[in-house]
């Protein structure tokens, strides 16, 4: 039997505004990844993508990183942190396999995405959860035994619902989360599941790192949700979530990555410090002499990987070492 279900949302001028721009945002986005570095730059978005969504679940794993485990290096961290990412490239690798339409292939995700991290992986959840700010609780999500009917009514919604996929994808993004329907990963699978629904759009959604966009505005995230469920009514978080796809699809449309292989996603590209490196750099630049240990406690890299940025950023003459090996420290050249 098909539901009636309609979840409650109301669209604004704005939203309407931003469907428009982001619709003549996407064959440029389209053409952007077409030309000779749509490899690459699938990649480091997809980097980006993972960065982005598990950061804001309190991963602190930086792209760098990411991309080493995405290489099979080793990296020294957190063992369920270096999990999570193991999961999240998993998912990600299977998400032109994925259904968004399809239930079953919500769970298969979840199944993927949390392995090894908690119990009962690829299920619903079967006790009470909720949303807490330190003690006091932000949002208590419906009761367990309703979650399979409430999963069921939103997905009929999704599959025969007229409106336009961006409005379904964000509408869908918030009573996802608002249902809460596993024990743990909810917020993870709800941003991968709204990048699904947007493929069905058009492809270029699975390579834009709109987690990235949502991580640098994360407390804007969860007010957009609290906001929208004391009005009941998810039109707030739509309007949200339009201007961060609109933002990441210009901001992705940048010059050219270099086509000499000299891209580094580790952090060096052409000689230009950025990424990782550039945060090692800038934190040498604002504390002239400092020493690794130092460098690694204030900017939360761990120390090989500061080992190994700082003779990155030595090779590249940027920085140097002044004074005896005991007693001495990092200085910009420039400054020396």
């Not at 009929?156 to 993004?173: G, M, P, Q, R």
């Not at 804007?220 to 609290?226: K, L, P, R, V």
């Amino acid at each position: 039997m098909t539901s009636n279900y309609k979840p409650p949302f109301s669209i604004s001028a704005k939203s309407i505004n931003l469907i428009a721009e982001i619709s003549a945002q996407i064959e440029r986005y389209a053409i952007r990844l077409e030309q000779e570095d749509g490899l690459l730059l699938r990649k480091i978005n997809r980097i980006k993508t993972i960065h982005g969504s598990l950061a804001i679940e309190g991963n602190k794993l930086s792209e760098s990183m990411i991309t080493e485990i995405l290489e099979g290096k080793q990296v020294v961290a957190p063992l369920r942190e270096i999990q999570e990412v193991r999961n999240a490239i998993k998912t990600y690798d299977a998400f032109s396999s994925l259904n968004p339409y399809k239930i079953e292939d919500l769970l298969k995700a979840h199944g993927l995405m949390m392995e090894a991290l908690i119990d009962n992986v690829g299920r619903f959840r079967s006790g009470g959860v909720g949303v807490f700010a330190g003690t006091q609780a932000v949002h208590i999500a419906p009761p367990a035994d309703r979650v399979p009917y409430l999963i069921n009514d939103l997905f009929e919604w999704l599959k025969t619902s007229d409106d336009h996929l961006l409005i379904k994808s964000c509408v869908f993004h918030y009573e996802f989360e608002f249902i809460h329907p596993f024990i743990d990963g909810n917020g993870r699978i709800g941003r991968l599941w709204q990048s699904l629904i947007l493929t069905q759009l058009h492809p270029i959604f699975e390579h834009l790192p709109v987690e990235n966009i949502v991580f640098q505005n994360q407390q804007q995230y969860y007010d957009a949700i609290n906001r929208s469920s004391i009005v009941t009514d998810s039109g707030i978080f739509m309007e949200f979530m339009l201007q961060e796809i609109l933002t990441t699809l210009k901001n992705r449309q940048g010059e050219l990555l270099d086509k000499t292989n000299n891209i580094d996603v580790n952090g060096v590209a052409n000689e230009v410090v950025n990424g990782v490196v550039k945060a090692v750099y800038d934190f040498i630049a604002k504390n002239q002499g400092c020493r690794k240990p130092l460098i690694s406690e204030k900017t939360n890299i761990p120390i090989k990987t500061v080992e190994k940025h700082i003779a990155k950023l030595q090779e590249m003459h940027k920085i140097i070492f002044v004074g005896a090996p005991k007693s001495g420290g990092y200085y910009l050249k420039t400054n020396v």
